[in-house]
């Protein structure tokens, strides 16, 4: 395999994991949005994200913000969502 090829396969590769990743980030925002539980505004101190009235992130970029927000309800269990019974779980 030249380098040519190689490198085409690695950016290929690299270029899979980062849309992955972004449709996970938006499997995560959509229906929090929809839902109307997750809240940005811009400050001083760059974008502040709210989850259930709950600050859970702050960054300079709002794509970063959003990121962290995620990763900080996932890793608290904070986020809860509706089961099929109308039962809240966390997620």
């Known amino acids: 395999m030249s380098n040519l090829t ?3 396969h690695i950016r290929a ?3 899979l994991a980062a849309n992955a990743e972004d449709a996970s980030i938006w499997r995560w925002f959509a229906p929090l949005l929809e ?3 997750i809240r940005w505004c811009r400050s001083g101190n760059g974008w502040l994200v709210s989850v259930d009235n709950r600050h859970v992130a702050t960054d300079s970029s709002f794509d ?7 990763e900080a309800t996932q ?5 809860l969502t509706h089961g099929a019974a109308g039962e809240l779980r966390a997620t």
């Open 6 to 8: 190689e490198m085409g």
């Open 13 to 15: 590769v690299a270029a």
């Open 35 to 37: 839902d109307r539980r």
């Open 64 to 70: 970063s913000a959003i990121r962290a927000a995620r």
């Open 75 to 79: 890793r608290s269990g904070q986020l």
